[in-house]
């Protein structure tokens, strides 16, 4: 799995990156490689293997509480007065 590259451009000694990417679709233990690599210093690279322990998702519920369920509203009746045709919308 590849991700977006993560761009730093400052010349400090250390500094924290979020790096994100969507988790695998089955539970288990997972070995990811990460890669540092400079485009201005020679031999300035940085390899790691890591490993994430995959568990299974949890369900969850999520209610928002602008939406409208459409069921609940009563039905809004438009008449054909409301639309108009291409020959009625190119008169002036």
Same mark, same amino acid.
């Given at each position: 799995m590849l991700t977006?590259?993560?761009? =730093?451009k400052t010349l400090v #000694?250390?500094?924290?990156?979020?790096?994100?990417f969507a988790a695998p679709p089955h539970k288990g233990?997972?070995?990811y490689n990460l890669s540092v690599k400079s485009d201005s210093y020679i031999d300035a690279e940085?390899? =790691?293997d890591f490993?994430? #322990?995959?568990?299974e998702?949890?369900?969850v519920e999520i209610k928002h509480d602008d939406y409208i369920d459409e069921d609940d509203d009563e039905a809004v009746v438009s008449s054909e007065e409301d639309y108009t045709e291409d020959d009625d919308s190119d008169e002036e």
């Open positions: 977006f590259p993560q761009l =730093v #000694d250390e500094q924290t990156v979020d790096i994100r233990i997972y070995t940085y390899s =790691v490993k994430i #322990d995959v568990k998702a949890k369900y």
